[in-house]
T-cell receptor, first 114, second 115 residues
Framework: DSGVTQTPKHLITATGQRVTLRCSPR?????VYWYQQSLDQGLQFLIQ???????AKGNILERFSAQQFPDLHSELNLSSLELGDSALYFC?????????????FGEGSRLTVL | AQSVAQPEDQVNVAEGNPLTVKCTYS??????LFWYVQYPNRGLQFLLK??????LVKGSYGFEAEFNKSQTSFHLKKPSALVSDSALYFC?????????????FGTGTLLAVQP
């Protein structure tokens, strides 16, 4: 158990809909990262938050947004969903000040868009 | 830009034999390199990392990795494979773009250990 909790584990929805994925980082971790894993794109970095502030941005679509709340949990919002958004979305956390440390991953939220 | 390459989509090895999963990197500064493992329907688990120091890094579950600066490689190794080692293995490099610890992952190598 990594200590990172993601909900929901599975989600099935239709094109055009909006969903919210939630992540609770390990206790004490200030940084949260979102990754998308799909068969054709592999593991793609989406976005990072550190103590409530956006720290780094990757290949995140404009239809997607994220935030980190004062209690450090994070949400990834996916809107106007398309079939190609079907993927496994991972959240990871790390101790904020350590730039050499590993990331701790949750078990992912599997999104299926029909 | 930082990147890693995993040239093999799949590696097959018999139980008890040594295994190697290959990774090469391209970085513009000092490389911070990582190996992660993903079991079916699970998240990624950290195995080991190279930051500085000895070129041979030991990690979890008996895995080790050898950092080779001249060949820009960071291959994952284990002296004796177990069936339970069968999983998807990812090499990753820390991105030096700003004060972030984000990792750039390779495409993954599926390790299949036959009994």
């Amino acid at each position: 158990d990594s200590g990172v909790t993601q909900t929901p584990k599975h989600l099935i929805t239709a094109t055009g809909q909006r969903v919210t994925l939630r992540c609770s980082p390990r206790s004490g971790d200030l940084s949260v990262y979102w990754y998308q894993q799909s068969l054709d794109q592999g593991l793609q970095f989406l976005i990072q938050y550190y103590n409530g502030e956006e720290r780094a941005k990757g290949n995140i679509l404009e239809r997607f947004s994220a935030q980190q709340f004062p209690d450090l949990h994070s949400e990834l919002n996916l809107s106007s969903l398309e079939l190609g958004d079907s993927a496994l979305y991972f959240c990871a956390s790390s101790v904020g000040g350590d730039l050499t440390g590993e990331l701790f991953f949750g078990e992912g939220s599997r999104l299926t868009v029909l | 830009a930082q990147s890693v390459a995993q040239p093999e989509d799949q590696v097959n090895v018999a139980e008890g034999n040594p295994l190697t999963v290959k990774c090469t990197y391209s970085v513009s500064g000092n490389p911070y390199l990582f190996w992660y493992v993903q079991y079916p329907n699970r998240g990624l688990q950290f195995l080991l990392k190279y930051i500085t120091g000895d070129n041979l890094v030991k990690g979890s579950y008996g895995f080790e990795a050898e950092f080779n600066k001249s060949q820009t490689s960071f291959h994952l190794k284990k002296p004796s494979a177990l069936v339970s080692d069968s999983a998807l293995y990812f090499c990753a490099v820390r991105d030096w773009g700003g004060a972030t610890n984000k990792l750039i992952f390779g495409t993954g190598t599926l390790l299949a250990v036959q009994p």
